[in-house]
Structures are given as C-alpha cells and as structure tokens.
C-alpha cells in the first residue's frame, strides 16, 4: 500500500478509471456478440459505434477498433 499523499490519490483515480473502463469494454462486447448473432444492419452499427467511441476514449487500440469493425462488418456481409 502506497505510503505517500499523492500515490493514495492515483491508486484511488485509478480503480476508479478501471471499473468504469471494464464497464464500458464489457458493453462494448455484448454489442459485439449480439451483432454477430442477429445479423442485422442496425446491431452492427450500434456496435461499431460503441467500437469506435472505445477507441476514442482510449479503452481499446485503434488497431484493435478497426478489427473488430472489419470482422463485424464481413460477418455482417456473409450473412
């Protein structure tokens, strides 16, 4: 356990960054799962929006977005 003032601190804004980031990662893959079960054009881009707002937010890689995008979106074309 950290000992100094400003340590406490960071260890505090750092749980708290992690479960709101775990929140949003753990959203983002239920979009992602349901999309690729239904099939629809309206899952797919509300997945792909919550992608690219991850992205945004620095949760996941920009590599990692366009991925998971371009996989949704074959997925979405095979079917």
């Known amino acids: ?3 100094i003032k400003s340590a406490i ?9 992690r479960s709101r980031n775990r929140s949003f990662r753990s959203e983002m893959r239920t979009l ?6 239904s099939g629809t054009a309206e ?3 509300a997945a ?5 707002r991850a992205a945004a937010k620095g949760i996941i890689h920009a590599n ?3 991925r998971e995008k371009s996989r949704l979106q074959k997925s979405l074309n095979n079917s």
């Open 1 to 3: 356990m950290a000992n």
């Open 9 to 17: 601190k960071r260890n505090r804004q750092n749980e708290v960054r």
């Open 32 to 37: 992602v799962k349901t999309a690729r079960d």
């Open 43 to 45: 899952d797919t881009n």
């Open 48 to 52: 792909i929006k919550k992608i690219d």
């Open 64 to 66: 990692k977005a366009a």
